[in-house]
Every structure is written in structure tokens, then in C-alpha cells.
């Protein structure tokens, strides 16, 4: 089993609707979670983080965060071409070193 | 010091042939990680420096890969031997102690084609 899994996606959403991508980690020892927005032939760059349960918002993006089952997602309202990437989401496991998954791969069409 | 800086953006090398990339992390930051990625794949990590000190090395990184933060500030990562298998882009990002709250800053990455 991956330390952090995602949805390879592509996820694909009318402009205007909120995409939703998930993610599940392993190590039941992480605190600290990040998404990253990642475009293509660039580098990541971090949009959110979370780190205690519950929902947290910042402009159009929610974090949510359940640790019981292992669960952490983004949410995009009001999507935009521009959301168009890659999401990877982030986990800080107990060795405190950033594990990344895949990513998942949205579009979002004009 | 506007970021992470890394250098050089793309190398292409001949299999075989040593190759070595920089990397300049935010002059506050005292932690430093290299990742490697290949396509579609997430970030995979390689190792991290406290200060001078290197910390942890992941498995991944073979006896062909060496890491070095001689002064605490910028880091070389070296690959002798390149083999096809290497080609990927190597992320550096640097962080304060603490911060795994606040998460790492990337560099643009130096993109890595073996021939």
C-alpha cells in the first residue's frame, strides 16, 4: 500500500462547479497535511495546509480533514480554467519527511 | 533571495557521465530536501540536510548519488555513472525547523535526460 494515495484522475468539471479531489495516507502517525497545485513542467507550490479535523478555508479552496478514517481533501468552488493541474496532495509521516502522492489531474472546461 | 533557486534548469547527458546540479534555498531556511519526479508520479524523496548536516537518505538514493551542504547554505546533489533510468526532474525545497506545519518551498527543478 502507498503512504499516500490519490485518485490519478483526470477529474474533469464544468467552469463554475466545485471539483472535489481526495486523498487517503497510511501512517496513522501524521500530523501535518498540504496540498500543492502542480502545472505542467513546473514545480509544486503549496495552496493549502491542514492539520487539525474539520474543514479549513481560504478563498475558493476547503480543506477538510478526518484523521479517524485517514482522509484528507481539497475542494475548488467556482472552478476556473485556470485551476486546470495537477493537485498533489501531502502528508508529514512520523519520520517528519513530506510523502507525496501521485497527484490528481484536473481539467476544467471553459 | 526571492526563493529557491536551482540550476541548471535541463541537462541533457550521454549515459554515463556525471552530472551535478545546485540548488539555493531561501537564505533563512535552514532545512533543505531533494526530490526527484518522474512523470506522473508525485515527488519522491531523496534526502535532507539540517544545516550542514545530512539527516536522512532515502533508499532510493544509490551509491551513485551523493548530497552535500558543505557551509549550510546552497547543496550539489552528484549522480555518477547516469543511467536512462535517472532521467527525471530533481526538486530541491527548503524550509524553517518547525515548519512541517507550514510545508516546503520548491524550486523550479532541474530537468535531468539521459541519452
Known amino acids: 500500500q502507498k503512504e499516500v494515495e490519490q485518485n490519478s484522475g483526470p477529474l474533469s468539471v464544468p467552469e463554475g462547479a466545485i471539483a472535489s479531489l481526495n486523498c487517503t495516507y497510511s501512517?496513522?502517525?501524521?500530523?501535518?497535511f498540504f496540498w500543492y497545485r502542480q502545472y505542467s513542467g513546473k514545480s509544486p507550490e503549496l495552496i493549502m495546509f491542514?492539520?487539525?479535523?474539520g474543514d479549513k478555508e481560504d478563498g475558493r479552496f476547503t480543506a477538510q480533514l478526518n484523521k479517524a478514517s485517514q482522509y484528507v481533501s481539497l475542494l475548488i468552488r467556482d472552478s476556473q480554467p485556470s485551476d486546470s493541474a495537477t493537485y498533489l496532495c501531502?502528508?508529514?509521516?512520523?519520520?517528519?519527511?513530506?510523502?507525496f502522492g501521485a497527484g490528481t489531474r484536473l481539467t476544467v472546461k471553459p | 533571495d526571492t526563493g529557491v533557486s536551482q540550476d541548471p534548469r535541463h541537462k541533457i547527458t550521454k549515459r554515463g557521465q556525471n552530472v551535478t546540479f545546485r540548488c539555493d534555498p531561501i537564505?533563512?531556511?535552514?532545512?533543505l530536501y531533494w526530490y526527484r519526479q518522474t512523470l506522473g508520479q508525485g515527488p519522491e524523496f531523496l534526502t535532507y540536510?539540517?544545516?550542514?548536516?545530512?539527516?536522512?537518505k532515502s533508499r532510493l538514493l544509490s551509491d551513485r548519488f551523493s548530497a552535500e551542504r558543505p557551509k549550510g547554505s546552497f547543496s550539489t546533489l552528484e549522480i555518477q555513472r547516469t543511467e536512462q533510468g535517472d532521467s527525471a526532474m530533481y526538486l530541491c525545497?527548503?524550509?524553517?525547523?518547525?515548519?512541517?506545519?507550514?510545508?516546503?518551498?520548491f524550486g523550479s527543478g532541474t530537468r535531468l535526460t539521459v541519452v
Open positions: 491542514i492539520y487539525s479535523n
Open positions: 537564505s533563512e531556511h535552514n532545512r
Open positions: 540536510f539540517q544545516n550542514e548536516a545530512q539527516l536522512e
Open positions: 525545497a527548503s524550509s524553517l525547523p518547525g515548519t512541517g506545519t507550514y510545508g516546503y518551498t
Open positions: 501531502a502528508v508529514i509521516d512520523n519520520n517528519n519527511d513530506m510523502r
Open positions: 501512517d496513522r502517525g501524521s500530523q501535518s
